[in-house]
C-alpha cells in the first residue's frame, strides 16, 4: 500500500502545475496518468493542423517568471508539436518527472470515511491511498464517438482527433472523409485537404470561424512582453477571459456607434485575427440584435472568400448566436472549399445512414473512402466522471449525484465527496478562459485550502449542500443573462444524446469567479464543512 498527501490526476497543464505546486508546498504529491507521456490533450490531439487558439505568449504558465522569460514561442499560436514540447520541458525543468507514475490509470477511486482518505486502484494493481484527491482530467478529455451504425465494419484507416495515432498518417493518393466542422474539424480540414487526392467535408451545423492571422512570432513582438512580461500576466488575469485583451473595457455597446463604425471595429478584428469578431461590442454576447450585426458580418465574409455560392450558403451559420458555441480560429478554412479536391455534404440535408466496408452511405448517396476521420468532438466535463468508479464513503456514484446534470460549489468540489478536489470542473470558467491561467488559478486555491487545514489541524472537507445549491443556481443564472444557452453547443451538453441540459461553465468571468472563490477562502471557507 503507498501513502500520499495529495494524489494529482492527469499529467495535462493542470496536473503537472499541481505537481508542482503541492510538492513546493511540502506535500507528498503523486501525479498518474494514463497516457504514455505527460501533456494531457495535447499529448493525444495530434491531429495535422492542431494548434492553439490563444496566442501563446498568453496561453503558457505564469508561475514562474524565470520559465516565462526563458521560453521562446516560434508562433503566435503554437502548434500542437512545440506546446507538447514545453509541457515535457516543463516537467524536466522543475523535476517532475520522478513524481509522475505514467500508463497509470485511476479505475476506481472511494473515500474511507473512517481513515479520512481516498483508496485507489489502478490498471496497473497499485493500491494508493492519499488525504486530497485532486482531478485535473481536464474538461475537453472524453472522446465523443458517435454511434454511427456500420463503424466497426470500415476496412480502411478510421481515426479519431482526439486520439491522434503517433505514426505519421499518410493521405497521400487516399480518399479521406472528415466528419465534424468544431475547432478541431476547421483545423485539420485545410492540411488534409492539401495533402489527399480527395475530401469530403460531413457538416452537421455551420460554425463560426475566424481567421488566425498566424505566423513566427517576431522579436518585435516578444521582445518588449518578455521585458514586462509580470505586468503583462497581471493585466491578463485581470479581465473576464485570463488573455491580454488589448481592447477589454474600451468596447461599447454595438448601438453607440453609427454602422460604418460598427463595420470598422468588426474589420478591424478580422484583420488583427483570433476570437477577437466574436466579441467586439460589449453586449457581444447578451443583445441579439448586436450579435445579428457580428454573424452579418462574418457571413459576408465567408460569402466572399468562398467562390461557389451554394457551398458558402451551406457554410453560413444561421441557427445559433455568434460564440454562443464555441468559436473556432482557422488557417483559410473557408478558401479550402474553392480547392477542386474538396466537397462538402450538408448532412441536415443528407444525414448518414451507416459506415460501410469501403466507405460512407448517407440518405441520398454512397462515398468511397480510404481513410474517416473523426472530428467530433468530447463528453465535456462528465465524460472523464462517468470512466472512473468514483465513490463517495455510502458507496454513491459521483454521476448519480449528477444526473441532472454535474453538481458543484466553485466549480471545486462536490457535497458528499470529501476532500475531493477539481481542476477546472463544471460550474468554474475553465473553458470560457485562457485555461492554463484558469487551472492555475484552481490549483493555487486548493493548494492554499489543504495548507489552512493543515496550519488548523483539520483533515477533512466538504462542500455543504448549500452552497453547491446556491452556485449551481447562480452559475444557471448569469448563463441565462447571455444568449448561449440559445445553442445547442457542448456548452450546454447538447452534443451528447441523452446528457441534461444545463449550462457547464461560469460565465461571469475568470476574475470575478476569482475574486468570489478568494473570498469564502478568507471567510474561513464558507459553504464548506470542515472537520
Ligand atoms: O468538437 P466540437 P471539437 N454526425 O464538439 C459534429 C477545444 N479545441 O473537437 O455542431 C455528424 O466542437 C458536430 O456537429 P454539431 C475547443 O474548446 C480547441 O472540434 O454538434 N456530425 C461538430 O461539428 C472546442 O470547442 C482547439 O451539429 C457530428 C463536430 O462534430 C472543443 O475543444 C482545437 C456528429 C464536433 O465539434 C471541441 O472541439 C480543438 C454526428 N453524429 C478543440 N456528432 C484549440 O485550438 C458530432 N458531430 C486550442
Known amino acids: ?38 501533456g494531457g490533450v495535447w499529448y493525444h490531439n495530434r491531429y495535422p493542423g492542431a494548434r ?28 500542437q508539436p512545440e506546446i507538447l514540447e514545453y509541457a515535457n520541458h516543463v516537467v524536466d525543468r522543475f523535476g517532475l518527472r520522478p513524481l509522475i507514475s505514467l500508463c497509470t490509470r485511476m479505475d476506481k477511486a472511494q473515500w474511507r470515511e473512517e481513515a479520512k482518505q481516498w483508496q485507489l486502484e489502478t490498471n496497473t494493481g497499485r493500491d494508493i491511498r492519499c488525504q486530497y484527491l485532486v482531478l485535473a482530467t481536464g474538461p475537453l478529455s472524453y472522446p465523443h464517438t458517435p454511434d454511427f451504425p456500420g463503424l466497426e465494419s470500415f476496412g480502411g484507416e478510421c481515426y479519431q482527433t482526439s486520439r491522434w495515432p503517433h505514426e505519421p498518417v499518410d493521405f ?21 485537404a492539401e495533402q489527399c487526392v480527395h475530401l469530403t467535408v460531413f457538416q452537421r451545423t455551420p460554425n ?7 505566423g513566427p512570432l517576431s522579436d518585435e513582438e516578444f521582445e518588449p512582453i518578455r521585458q514586462i ?37 468588426l474589420e478591424y478584428g478580422w484583420e488583427r485575427g483570433g476570437i477577437g469578431v466574436g466579441g467586439a461590442f460589449s453586449d457581444s454576447l447578451t443583445n441579439q440584435d448586436t450579435n445579428d450585426i457580428i454573424a452579418e458580418f462574418i457571413r459576408s465574409k465567408i460569402r466572399s472568400i468562398v467562390v ?13 448566436p455568434v460564440s454562443t458555441k464555441r468559436p473556432c480560429v482557422d488557417t483559410g ?17 443528407d444525414p448518414i445512414a451507416t459506415i460501410t466496408p469501403d466507405g460512407m452511405r448517407t440518405q441520398n448517396r454512397h462515398f468511397k473512402f480510404d481513410i474517416i476521420v473523426l472530428a467530433t468532438g468530447f463528453d465535456a466535463f462528465t465524460g472523464p466522471m462517468k470512466a472512473i468508479d468514483l465513490l463517495n464513503g455510502a458507496g454513491e456514484h459521483i454521476m448519480d449525484r449528477w444526473q441532472n446534470g454535474p453538481r458543484t460549489y466553485l466549480g471545486i468540489m462536490t457535497s458528499g465527496f470529501p476532500n475531493l478536489f477539481q481542476v477546472t470542473g463544471p460550474g468554474s470558467p475553465s473553458i470560457l478562459a485562457n485555461c492554463i491561467i484558469a487551472a492555475e488559478d484552481d490549483v493555487d486555491w486548493i493548494g492554499r485550502c489543504i495548507a489552512w487545514l493543515n496550519e488548523h489541524g483539520y483533515n477533512r472537507i466538504e462542500a455543504t449542500k448549500q452552497a453547491e445549491d446556491e452556485w449551481v443556481a447562480h452559475v444557471a443564472q448569469v448563463a441565462d443573462y447571455t444568449l448561449y444557452p440559445k445553442a445547442n453547443s457542448w456548452y450546454m451538453g447538447a452534443n451528447i444524446p441523452g446528457k441534461p441540459r444545463i449550462f457547464l461553465s461560469y460565465v461571469g468571468g475568470l476574475q470575478n469567479y476569482r475574486a468570489i472563490a478568494v473570498s469564502k477562502a478568507e471567510a474561513g471557507y464558507e459553504g464548506f464543512e470542515i472537520a
Not at 57 to 64: E, G, K, L, P, R
Not at 208 to 214: A, D, G, I, M, Q
Not at 313 to 318: A, F, K, S, Y
Open 308 to 320: 461557389d455560392p451554394r457551398v458558402a450558403d451551406i457554410l453560413c451559420p444561421t441557427d445559433h
Open 333 to 349: 478554412y473557408y478558401e479550402t472549399f474553392n480547392r477542386d479536391n474538396v466537397e462538402l455534404v450538408d448532412v441536415r440535408q
Open 208 to 214: 463560426f470561424s475566424l481567421p488566425s492571422r498566424n
Open 229 to 265: 512580461y509580470e505586468e503583462y500576466r497581471t493585466e491578463m488575469r485581470n479581465n473576464h477571459a485570463g488573455q491580454f485583451m488589448p481592447d477589454a473595457g474600451r468596447s461599447k455597446p454595438a448601438a453607440e456607434y453609427t454602422p460604418e463604425e460598427q463595420q470598422a471595429v
Open 172 to 192: 497521400t493518393g487516399k480518399r479521406v472523409a472528415v466528419v465534424g466542422t468544431g475547432s478541431s474539424g476547421i483545423q485539420s480540414i485545410p492540411v488534409i
Open 52 to 79: 492553439c487558439d490563444v496566442r501563446s505568449i498568453d496561453y503558457s504558465y505564469s508561475f514562474s517568471p524565470e520559465l516565462q522569460r526563458e521560453w521562446r514561442w516560434s508562433e503566435r499560436f503554437s502548434a
Open 1 to 38: 500500500m503507498e501513502h500520499f498527501d495529495v494524489i494529482v490526476v492527469g499529467a495535462g497543464f493542470g496536473g503537472i502545475y499541481a505537481t508542482y505546486r503541492y510538492r513546493e508546498q511540502g506535500f507528498n504529491v503523486h501525479c498518474i496518468d494514463s497516457a504514455a507521456d505527460v
